[in-house]
């Protein structure tokens, strides 16, 4: 089933936040964040497995709640290369590796 | 290095003409290989996964199938295409039993007219 993300997009300024939201009605094996820029391929962010972390990249952090079944990705002081679509990937666990993500969240950060 | 190739990059098709797209992965052995469609409004959706030869999951009824016929190789095909098929198709692979990175290949965008 698919995880929902909210918002749907954003507009920022540079130097702004952001938070994205990931929710899921199923048991989470692990929480994926991918970005895209226009015509491209995904490109990873990071992932974030069963246990409650969070982790760091640069100014982009995530958080992921097992309990709440929910991830939230974290941009501060945005720059002009953070804008693209955002995606969550979510996984249930078991043997069958299915990756599906939810329907993208568009970031547009402008000068 | 692991690499990932998929094919062709363009293509316009009228309705009712097969397809095929593939893809293949080099450097790596018995990868998970994952074929997702992206369309206006949907996000990335996921349509076949395999975990190995021969070994196909289909997540969207619809006219599209897949196949492996070999352990680096994946094949996206539809024998009837339909207009609502046009999108940007990516191929996709990660390690087996790794509950690792997708790596993405360049995406073939079909134009269904």
């Known amino acids: 089933q698919q995880p929902v993300q909210s918002p749907q997009a954003v507009i920022l300024r540079e130097g702004e936040d952001a938070v994205i939201n990931c929710s899921s009605s199923?048991?989470?094996?692990?929480v994926h964040w991918y970005r895209q820029k226009h015509g491209e391929a995904p490109v990873f962010l990071m992932i974030l497995l069963k246990g409650g972390e969070q982790k760091g990249h640069d100014k982009i952090s995530a958080s992921f709640n097992e309990k709440k079944q929910q991830s939230s990705l974290y941009l501060t002081a945005s720059q002009l290369s953070y804008s693209g679509t955002y995606f969550c990937?979510?996984?249930?666990?078991?043997?069958?590796?299915?990756?599906?993500f939810g329907k993208g969240t568009l970031l547009t950060v402008n000068p | 290095s692991q690499t990932i190739h998929q094919w062709p990059a363009t293509l316009v098709q009228p309705v009712g003409s097969p397809l095929s797209l593939e893809c293949t992965v080099e450097g790596t052995s018995n990868p998970n290989l994952y074929w997702y469609r992206q369309a206006a409004g949907r996000g990335l959706q996921l349509l076949f996964y395999?975990?190995?030869?021969?070994?196909i999951s289909s997540e969207v009824p619809q006219n599209l199938s897949a196949s492996r016929p070999q352990d680096r190789q994946f094949i996206l095909s539809s024998k009837k295409l339909l207009l609502s098929d046009s999108g940007f198709y990516l191929c996709?692979?990660?390690?087996?039993?790794?509950?690792?990175?997708?790596?993405f290949g360049e995406g073939s965008r079909l134009t269904v007219l």
């Open positions: 990937g979510t996984e249930g666990g078991g043997s069958n590796y299915k990756l599906t």
């Open positions: 395999s975990v190995g030869i021969g070994q």
């Open positions: 199923k048991a989470l094996y692990s």
């Open positions: 996709a692979w990660r390690r087996r039993g790794q509950t690792g990175e997708l790596f």
